[in-house]
């Protein structure tokens, strides 16, 4: 089964500045790693993902980098901005397979980023 | 767009009862999901439907039951609770098909059990 680990559980960050959240993962078996952002009291919002095929995935100020050989990816958010402070959850989707529905979650980062 | 839409947002139960949790996907989407969010175990699948069928199945045990209507909206249903089933309850829509398996969440039940 997969596992999906975020060892970092907050990062604090100045406004303006690069924040990079972090994820590894187990299982090399995946189709696309998705990365989602929640605020107190909201469901979890779709940010941006990244396919097995590829290393890099860029949209606007969010990029995610995919190394698959250190079976680890980073979310990075240029610049960060106080409206981004959030939990961050990394989660696999082993689309391919009959994981229909099923996304498996990091336990999430708390970003804060300071004014 | 309406988004997925959670009902109710908030209640409490005591062990023993049962609860029916409601969810409105995004009109056009088939597929609907259902997660269990704790401090302590983070986000969980507990199920997926789509088209009314039971598609996959998280590792919960059968307390913890759903269903599909016709028109997409799905319940879930937790029996005989526990004080652990104490948590908040996502649904989650999407299209269904193949693909990145991106979901849009609604923003959750929140259950007490006492």
């Known amino acids: 089964d997969q596992q999906v680990k975020q060892n970092s559980p907050s990062l604090s960050v100045q406004e303006g500045r690069i924040s990079i959240l972090n994820c590894d993962y187990t299982?090399?078996?995946?189709?696309?790693f998705l990365w989602y952002k929640k605020y107190p009291a909201e469901g979890p919002t779709f940010l941006i993902s990244?396919?097995?095929?590829?290393d890099k995935n860029e949209d606007g100020r969010f990029t995610v980098f995919l190394n698959k050989s250190a079976k680890h990816l980073s979310l990075h958010i240029v610049p960060s901005q106080p409206g981004d402070s959030a939990v961050y959850f990394c989660a696999d989707s082993n689309a391919g397979g009959t994981s229909y529905g099923k996304l498996t979650f990091g336990q999430g980062t708390i970003l804060t980023v300071h004014p | 767009k309406a988004g997925v839409t959670q009902t109710p947002r908030y209640l409490i139960k005591t062990r023993g009862q049962q609860v029916t949790l409601s969810c409105s996907p995004i009109s056009g989407h088939r597929s609907v999901s259902w997660y269990q969010q704790t401090p302590g175990q983070g986000l969980q699948f507990l199920f997926e439907y789509f088209s009314e069928t039971q598609r996959n199945k998280g590792n919960f045990p059968g307390r913890f039951s759903g269903r599909q209507f016709s028109n997409s909206r799905s319940e879930m249903n937790v029996s005989t609770l526990e004080l652990g089933d104490s948590a908040l309850y996502l649904c989650?829509?999407?299209?269904?098909?193949?693909?990145?398996?991106?979901?849009?969440f609604g923003a959750g039940s929140r259950l007490t059990v006492l």
């Open positions: 989650a829509s999407s299209a269904g098909g193949s693909g990145a398996n991106v979901l849009t």
């Open positions: 299982n090399s078996m995946f189709d696309y």
């Open positions: 990244i396919s097995s095929i590829k």
